[in-house]
C-alpha cells in the first residue's frame, strides 16, 4: 500500500480517538482499534492509548482543542507506524472507523491534518 493513504487513514484514526477521548465512547473505540492495529499487542496499546488519553482529558478546559491537536499528531505517527508494519490492518481499520463515524462527536477540520474542534 502506498504511503499517503496509510498516513491519511492514520490521521482519520487519531483524530476520531481525540474526539471521543472526553466521551462514553472512548473505551470501545480505544478497543476496537487497538485490536486491529495490533491483535497481539491489545494490552499494550490500550494502555498508552488511555495514558494519553489522561493527560488529553487533565488539561484545563480552555487548552482542551490544543490537546486534542496534539493527541491526533501522536497517535496519527504511532499509528501510522502500526499500519507500515501491518497494511492489512488497513480495511479492517477503515471498517471500524465507518461504524464508529456517526456516533462520533460533531466536529469540524480535518483529522489528517490533525486538528479538531467542537461545534
Known sequence: ????????LAGAAAGALAAVADTEQWPELRSRVAAVLAPDRVDLVSAR????????VAVPRVRLEPARAEFTTEWRGSIHAMLWERPEAAAPLRAVLHDVGPALPRVVGDFAAGATARR
Not at 49 to 56: C, H, I, P, Q, Y
Open 1 to 8: 500500500m502506498r504511503e499517503e493513504p496509510l498516513r491519511l
Open 49 to 56: 492509548l488511555d495514558e494519553a488519553r489522561r493527560r488529553l
